[in-house]
């Protein structure tokens, strides 16, 4: 697909709209990308045609919805690069599916080991393992980052040890953009018996995993970053270390059978998909891959690169703006803030101008704290933003510390 902005646009109907009498500028795509049209149609497809529960029934509309269920599952297998498709888990999202490996890993860890996690992760990839090392007597360590919002590789290198049972780690920071250094990661906690977490949350909208070649234990992500529909995700895992871990939910589904004295499992993926799932946000995100594969994440990387070089040098222009996060190697998110003005307060002022950031600490507080600010004013550029929208961002910046200051 050869990319042309105006095409990609028009594909999200949200993106014509006005906010406060405004075009909408919508630069808070870390929190939630926007979804094109034939991901909206997909949804009402689906309740409209096929509305049924899967892998229980032998009517024709359950086997439709298994059916396409199951493509989907085969679809983001393909897209991740996974070796099998039931290590593609559907969850609600990447919290969920980090929690299972945490509550999983209950059962593998004990006083004395040790788990390892980041400095720059978002509270869903701290607060599971704080629970999980509370529980088990275990220890929390964590690998601490630069002024320049960089992992200290070697501090990293300083902390893993024999003790390491777990590493997890974010690909993107969603506070900084900051691109971490995964395959060594990965490398280096192997060396010494660990597995590794990567949370793909803010990277799946960036660029193509290929999780064999990375050689991840768990990689996790959201749909609805990805054009997809909220309460999705997907638990990436390796076969092995999917049946290695007891189930996160009992339940319907994840049996293979029951009875008063005991339960018996059932095989991946259904150990761990316990319940009526969000079967529509399944299928559908299937679709919101198919689109994202459809633009081409070659013309994403450089469209949202373009962004991100023109973004930093005119938000430099403006007097008294520091930027968090200056990372050799980031994607398309810039952090700042305005000397002087609270975040908050400049974010409710661009608002009513229609533009759309996010303040605050980003669900990242340890790297707040690291900076010793409450928080910063967050834009992050998708693929159909335009640096149209960035000069209206830098307009209506200058309009906000004009009457702030």
């Known amino acids: 697909m050869s990319f042309n902005i105006d095409d990609i646009r028009a594909d999200f109907p949200i993106l014509s709209q006005k906010v406060n009498g405004k075009p909408l500028v919508y630069f808070d795509n870390g929190a939630t990308s926007q979804k094109p049209q ?5 949804i009402s497809k689906y309740y409209q045609e096929i509305n049924a529960n899967i892998h229980r029934g032998v009517h024709t509309l359950s086997q439709l919805a298994t059916d396409a269920y199951e493509a989907s599952r085969t679809k983001i297998q393909n897209h991740i690069h996974a070796k099998f498709a039931h290590e593609v888990i559907f969850t609600s999202g990447t919290t969920h599916a980090i929690n299972i490996v945490a509550n999983g890993f209950a059962s593998l860890i004990k006083t004395g080991d040790e ?6 992760e978002h509270h869903s990839n701290i607060v599971p393992w704080q629970m999980l090392c509370e529980k088990t007597g275990a220890t929390l360590k964590v690998i601490p980052m630069n002024e320049a919002g960089e992992l200290i590789i070697s501090e990293f290198d300083q902390l893993v040890t024999k003790n390491t049972k777990i590493v997890a780690v974010n690909h993107i920071s969603n506070a900084l953009g900051t691109i971490n250094p995964i395959e060594y990661l990965i ?6 018996g660990a597995a590794i977490l990567i949370d793909g949350a803010q990277a799946v909208p960036h660029l193509k995993p290929n999780v064999q070649e990375l050689d991840c234990d768990f990689y996790v ?3 609805h970053k990805i054009c997809g529909p909220t309460g999705t995700g997907i638990l990436y895992g390796k076969e092995a270390w999917l049946n290695k871990l007891p189930p996160y939910q009992g339940g319907g589904e994840m049996i293979k059978e029951v009875t008063f004295e005991k339960t018996t499992y059932a095989e991946l993926p259904h150990k761990f998909e316990a319940g009526t799932p969000n079967i529509s946000g399944g299928i559908v995100l299937g679709t919101a891959v198919d689109y994202m594969n459809k633009v081409g994440f070659e013309n994403i990387q450089i469209q949202e690169k373009e962004l991100l070089d023109y973004g930093t040098k005119r938000l430099l222009e403006i007097e008294g703006l520091k930027i968090y996060g200056t990372a050799k190697d980031k994607t398309s998110v810039i952090s700042f803030n305005i000397e002087g003005i609270h975040p908050y307060d400049i974010g409710t002022i661009i608002d009513k101008l229609g533009i759309a950031v996010r303040t605050g600490h980003h669900c990242a507080q340890p790297i707040m704290d690291f900076f010793k600010i409450p928080g910063t004013i967050r834009a992050s550029f998708a693929f159909y933003n335009t640096k149209e929208e960035i000069d209206s961002l830098i307009e209506a910046l200058q309009r906000a510390k004009m009457m702030l200051s």
């Open 115 to 120: 788990v390892l996690i980041s400095a720059m």
């Open 221 to 223: 992500f959201s749909g």
């Open 187 to 192: 490398q280096k906690a192997h060396d010494f």
């Open 38 to 42: 034939v991901v909206i149609d997909a």
